[in-house]
């Protein structure tokens, strides 16, 4: 038995997880779906105050609180940045880290570092424009972005979705901790991505770093929408 902790990316929150949490639970294993500070059910809580640091907080304190260890620990897209430097805040606590499609930390470096120019820019101009200059509204879902198609989806994930804080994306990581480099972690790339997007320019480099696993799936971004059982199936697969 495992346990699992789900991180979402932006707009997203555990609601994300509906279909994929049921599946990890019928194998036997514990799940833990996050929703960060600001988001979903507690968008209550987004102010231009909340940062990187407030989700890296939200997971640590979960990973504490309930004592967690050996857990199994996913970020998808924007979350990527979070589970990274949660990795380094508590080494001991962390079997796995999962990077599901999504941004991976470098010390010092925000995802608008990482990220390719023209998303980027696109998101800096949703919140100067529709955002008051400090959040994000959530993006279509049938955007090349979340490339979900099923019309049910579609409004399923616009009744859910909620504001993003930009400055967790403005926010560097910190890492440093020698201890996170002997931590195992896998990159799921979804293929259904824009080959000139910020995932498709990780997974090209990390698929030829021999520290990572790499497993390809094929599907859009928003993978836990539009194909669960192809995640669950590849997130049992970290654990043989």
């Not at 929150?13 to 509906?18: D, L, Q």
């Not at 994929?20 to 036997?28: D, H, M, T, Y």
């Not at 001991?92 to 023209?118: C, M, N, T, W």
Request: contains cysteine; hydrophobic residues 40%.
């Amino acid at each position: 038995m495992a346990d699992f902790v789900l991180t979402a990316g932006a707009f997203f929150g555990a609601w994300c997880w509906e279909r994929v949490a049921p599946q990890i639970r019928s194998c036997g294993h514990v799940v833990y779906p996050v929703t960060f500070t600001g988001m979903a059910e507690r968008s209550h809580l987004l102010t231009r105050d909340v940062g990187l640091k407030t989700h890296v907080d939200d997971v640590v304190n979960l990973l504490e609180f309930d004592d967690l260890k050996d857990v199994i620990l996913v970020g998808h897209s924007y979350a990527g940045m979070v589970v990274g430097c949660v990795s380094h805040r508590v080494p001991d606590r962390i079997a796995h880290v999962v990077y599901l499609d999504a941004f991976v930390p470098e010390h010092g470096k925000s995802i608008f570092d990482l990220q390719a120019k023209r998303f980027r820019e696109m998101l800096q101009e949703r919140a100067r424009v529709e955002g008051e200059g400090w959040k994000i509204p959530p993006l279509d879902p049938r955007s090349e972005s979340l490339g979900i198609t099923d019309s049910d989806d579609v409004e399923w994930v616009r009744s859910k979705q909620t504001d993003h804080p930009l400055r967790t994306l403005s926010d560097p990581a910190e890492l440093g901790n020698a201890d996170a480099s002997a931590i195992p972690k896998t990159y799921m790339f979804c293929t259904e991505n824009p080959p000139d997007g910020s995932f498709a320019r990780i997974a090209r480099r990390i698929k030829e770093t021999a520290d990572w696993r790499y497993v390809e799936l094929a599907a859009p971004h928003a993978v836990m929408i539009s194909a669960p059982e192809t995640l669950t199936k590849n997130l049992m697969g970290v654990l043989e």
